[in-house]
């Protein structure tokens, strides 16, 4: 045997030696078994019975509304009657406002707030005097701003507008507000003649 062969043998063995090693250290199949979770029983799924939710639907009282049209509100110093047909003069072609959820008690019209088709938000103002002269209007208007604070404005805003110039206080978003307003304004700043009419249609 030359020394080139046997040179050759030992480079092998040692080789095939050092690749032992390697596999022992790079695989240990016995410490990946022992990492394996041990196995878990999982229980079956729960039955859950299906619930069937209502569509909710406010209730509405005829007689509270009947009630509520009784009250009286001032309008151009002429009592006339707050119904529910007034407030659906106001509201014009506004949609009904979808029904609360949750609610089985009277549910009054007038204490919600409305859309009109575009999405905007339907708002009330009081009319409290219509002037012939810009300087009266906006006398009236620093009175109930300085010495009320109510938000009072005068519309047309500026004196080379075209008359009759409106005193008006608002907006406010309910038709129940509007008339609480009015009272409000009765009693604290001694308006006698009041309108409730919607913002916008001034």
């Known amino acids: 045997m030359t020394p080139e062969l046997k040179q050759r043998l030992v480079g092998a063995a040692v080789l095939l030696f050092l690749a032992g090693l390697l596999w022992m250290l790079l695989f240990d199949f016995e410490a990946s078994e022992r990492e394996v979770s041990p196995f878990v029983a999982i229980p079956p799924m729960p039955t859950i019975e299906s619930l069937v939710i209502e569509p909710a639907t ?74 012939k002269q810009f300087d009266n209007a906006n006398k009236l208007r620093d009175k109930l701003v300085n010495d009320y604070q109510f938000k009072a404005f005068v519309e047309p805003r500026v004196e080379m507008g075209e008359g009759p110039y409106k005193v008006l206080v608002g907006p406010v978003l309910t038709y129940a507000d509007a008339k609480s307003l009015a009272v409000e304004l009765k009693n604290n700043a001694e308006i006698t003649s009041t309108m409730i009419k919607r913002f916008g249609d001034t």
């Open 58 to 131: 406010p209730f509405y009282n005829d007689k509270a509304i009947n009630s509520a049209s009784n009250s009286s509100v001032e309008a151009d110093g002429v009592s006339e009657q707050a119904s529910s047909s007034e407030l659906n003069k106001l509201l014009g072609d506004s949609p009904d406002p979808k029904p609360i959820a949750n609610k089985t008690h009277y549910v009054d019209p007038a204490s919600r707030p409305r859309l009109d088709k575009q999405g905007v938000p339907v708002a009330y103002v009081i009319q409290l005097g219509s002037f």
